[in-house]
């Protein structure tokens, strides 16, 4: 997929970042943090996804 539908929170001082699509969420101390968390969360999920469509 090349794009994720993302909705930023902020959360008890801290901002989280949910992947509608995959239900994965980052966290951060701002809005960038929060991506930066979410995006590895995502590489990290679909790693763990090619390697059972093989």
Not at 19 to 42: D, R, S, T
């Amino acid at each position: 997929m090349d794009f994720y539908t993302t909705v930023l929170r902020k959360s008890a001082g801290y901002w989280v970042a949910l992947c509608l699509e995959n239900g994965l969420v980052g966290q951060g101390i701002n809005q960038k943090g929060a991506i930066k968390e979410l995006h590895e969360a995502i590489a990290l999920d679909m790693g763990r996804l090619s390697r059972f469509k093989r």
